[in-house]
C-alpha cells in the first residue's frame, strides 16, 4: 500500500527555519515522483517543490533560493528545507507522491496528477 506521511510543521518568527519531512512506503524505485504542496484557506493548493528519483526538482518562484526539496532514497524519505521564513509562507503543507505512468510519465506540481496525499502539517510565521 502506498502511503506518505508528514511530519515537523511548527510556529517560527519571520526569517528563522523549519524544516518538514515526509516518510513515503510503497513507490516503485526509479519510477516516482514526490512534491511539496501547500494551502491557505480560500485558497487553491499550491505546488512548492518537486524530485523525482533521478534527483530533478522543480521550484515555485515564490520558494527559490529559499526552499530546498531533497530525498533519502535509502529511508524513503522526501524533505522540504525551509529557510528565511515570511508570513506568506504560513499555510498548510502536504506531501503527495505518484508512479510515473502512460497518463503522468514526467514530474509536475499539478495535484491532479498525484495520486497519494498525506494528511497535512501546519506551517505559521509571524512578523
Known amino acids: 500500500e502506498e502511503q506518505v506521511v508528514e511530519s515537523g510543521g511548527g510556529s517560527v518568527q519571520g526569517g528563522g527555519s523549519l524544516r518538514l519531512s515526509c516518510a513515503a512506503s510503497?513507490?516503485?524505485?526509479?519510477?516516482?515522483?514526490m512534491a511539496w504542496f501547500r494551502q491557505t484557506p480560500g485558497k487553491e493548493r499550491e505546488g512548492i517543490a518537486n524530485i523525482d528519483n533521478d534527483g530533478h526538482t522543480t521550484y515555485a518562484d515564490a520558494v527559490k533560493g529559499r526552499f530546498t526539496i531533497s530525498k533519502d532514497n535509502t529511508k524513503n524519505t522526501l524533505l522540504l528545507q525551509m529557510n528565511n521564513l515570511e508570513p506568506e509562507d504560513t499555510g498548510m503543507y502536504y506531501c503527495a507522491a505518484h508512479d510515473f505512468s502512460s497518463t503522468v510519465p514526467i514530474c509536475t506540481l499539478i495535484p491532479p496528477d498525484f495520486t497519494d496525499w498525506g494528511q497535512g502539517t501546519q506551517v505559521t510565521v509571524s512578523s
Open positions: 510503497g513507490y516503485t524505485t526509479g519510477r516516482s515522483c
